[in-house]
Nanobody
Framework: QVRLVESGGGSVQTGGSLRLSCAAS????????MGWFRQAPGKEREFVAT???????FYADSVKGRFTISRDNPKDTVYLEMNSLKPEDTAVYYC?????????????????WGQGTQVTVSS
């Protein structure tokens, strides 16, 4: 059984920064890929970033160079550092776990999800 809990969301101005955290529990966490997705009002859930078991990372083009995903295995925690935030980054951000290590940019491939944390960027 896996449980994911996001935290760190909030409201910032354009150009600001936030650090999201995902506290994970479960025996398979360290052998799974982890991802961040986001969903804005009226939009479909979209891929943001993923980190694999060996800590290799991949980012959506829209956030590359601004966001950094990392994981702290001893603490079973995944982070998303968000810099140079834009109004279009406004969304609910979700942490997710991919046990099978496949289709890492697709939400449907992830097995467990957190409840989400709101990020709002004002212009």
């Amino acid at each position: 059984q896996v449980r994911l809990v996001e935290s760190g969301g909030g409201s910032v101005q354009t150009g600001g920064s936030l650090r999201l955290s995902c506290a994970a529990s479960g025996r398979t966490v360290r052998t799974s890929a982890m991802g961040w997705f986001r969903q804005a009002p009226g939009k479909e859930r979209e891929f943001v970033a993923t980190i694999m078991t060996g800590s290799s990372t991949f980012y959506a083009d829209s956030v590359k160079g601004r966001f950094t995903i990392s994981r702290d295995n001893p603490k079973d925690t995944v982070y998303l550092e968000m810099n140079s935030l834009k109004p279009e980054d406004t969304a609910v951000y979700y942490c997710a776990l991919n046990f099978n290590l496949v289709r890492l940019t697709q939400a449907a491939a992830y097995d467990y999800w957190g409840q989400g944390t709101q990020v709002t960027v004002s212009s």
